[in-house]
């Protein structure tokens, strides 16, 4: 396959809407002639909808994914005083949210195959204070949860499935959602289902956490002007509800599309004789990796020259996460030192994200990985 000899983007997020353009104009158009901005039939049916994609039983939209994980700590009545267990090799979101609950963050170590939390890491930090581990399932591979439920029943913890960007994805035949007792999802526009905006939801099967979820997001109230509880303004807009509706029906074929571009690079790396010096990722049996991100490793000296020598060459690429939850400034107070999470530290180093979107072509994918081919040849030379 030739390469395309234009620029690679990193995401294209302008496809889907070339693609569903009448649909999404006619969406946005019919929220406008509702006069309802905010909640409404929209958010209430698209709820439905994507609870059910999922196979939760209730859905609750918010305005991001952020006001995802704080709404399910807070129902879960997490708060000063408390623990809750995360990995420190995640977006920040993850970590800050139980900040924003007053409680207390404290970091696990993950697994350097998946970059997910390491289940063998977090009974060592469980405490009497412990109420809560949030797995997150990075990139769109599920956490072993199976070994996460265990910890979790025999210390009666909660889980909070931080599934931001695993939308459809997989484990044990089940989608992320219904993985925990509630799941946080995400819907910034570059994650596997995008809305326009910032837009989020929380799944739950427990009809007393949907009842309060709902309440947290208005400002704490069940009946409009008598407040509850302390809540938020954690609303989603009706116009994110309708472009979401109408993207939904799709998202199972673009997950395939993400799939097979992620086995098209798979190959294509072997091909360059490139897997020596690129791990590629690896899927865990019994998963569906839905590839949100196609993100490989490389030698962690090579690792910024090759970003470099990418974004010189007009493609893509994206370092996710740069510095590991527990070294950053805000974090200082938490007492966590360089060194306390090695494999979360050492990850940090040495991965990279190549362009990934369910309709880059084969051409786009060849001209990524003829780029890291250049890069690697020029390399050695100077070494030499
Ligand atoms: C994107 C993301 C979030 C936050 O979602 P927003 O919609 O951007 O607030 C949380 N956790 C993870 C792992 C994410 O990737």
Redesign the pocket.
């Known amino acids: 396959m030739k390469p395309t000899s234009g620029p690679v983007p990193l995401c294209d997020i302008q496809a889907q809407y070339r693609a569903l353009k009448d649909g999404i104009d006619a969406a946005v158009l019919r929220v406008l002639a509702s006069g309802q901005a905010i909640l409404g039939p929209e958010v209430a049916a698209f709820e439905q909808e994507t609870a059910a994609f999922c196979g939760a039983r209730f859905g609750v939209g918010c305005g ?6 704080v709404l399910a700590l807070h129902a879960l009545g997490i708060g000063p005083g408390d623990e809750v267990i995360v990995p420190p090799f ?2 920040f ?2 970590a800050s949210a139980v900040c924003r609950v007053g409680a207390k963050p404290v970091f696990a170590d993950i697994d350097p195959v998946t970059f997910n939390i390491d289940p063998s890491q977090i009974e060592a930090r469980i405490t009497p204070a412990t109420r809560a581990i949030v797995p ?1 399932h ?1 990139f769109g591979q599920c956490c072993d949860m199976d070994a996460v439920w265990d910890i979790a029943e025999q210390n009666r913890l909660h889980v909070i499935e ?1 599934a ?2 695993s939308f459809g994805s997989e484990y044990k035949g089940k989608r992320c959602g219904t993985l925990g007792a509630v799941a ?1 999802l ?3 526009p570059t ?1 596997n289902l995008g809305a326009l905006g ?3 939801l929380v799944t739950t099967d427990d009809p007393a956490i949907d009842k309060k979820l709902r309440a947290l997001r208005v400002h704490g109230s069940e009946v409009k002007y008598y407040h509850k509880f302390i809540g938020y303004n954690m609303r989603l807009d009706a116009v994110h509800a309708a472009v979401l509706r109408v993207k939904l029906p799709h998202v199972a074929n673009w997950l395939n599309g993400r799939e097979a571009a992620a086995q098209r690079y798979d190959s294509l790396i072997e091909g360059a004789n490139l897997h020596g010096f690129m791990r590629r990722p690896t899927t865990r049996p019994e998963r569906r990796h839905t590839f949100n991100q196609y993100v490989v490793r490389v030698p962690a000296h090579h690792r910024d020259a090759l970003v470099k020598h990418m974004k010189d060459s007009g493609v893509g690429v994206e370092v996710y996460y740069p510095l590991s939850l527990h070294q950053q400034e805000c974090f200082k107070f938490l007492g966590y030192r360089t060194g306390d999470f090695p494999t979360s530290e050492h990850a940090a180093g040495e991965v990279l994200a190549l362009p990934m979107f369910p309709e880059i072509t084969e051409q786009q994918q060849t001209r990524v990985v003829e780029v890291i081919g250049t890069y690697l040849r020029q390399s050695v030379r100077r070494a030499a």
């Open positions: 991001s994914g952020t006001d995802a994980l995640t977006f979101a993850t997150v990075l931080d931001a960007q946080c995400s819907f910034y994650k910032d837009a989020g």
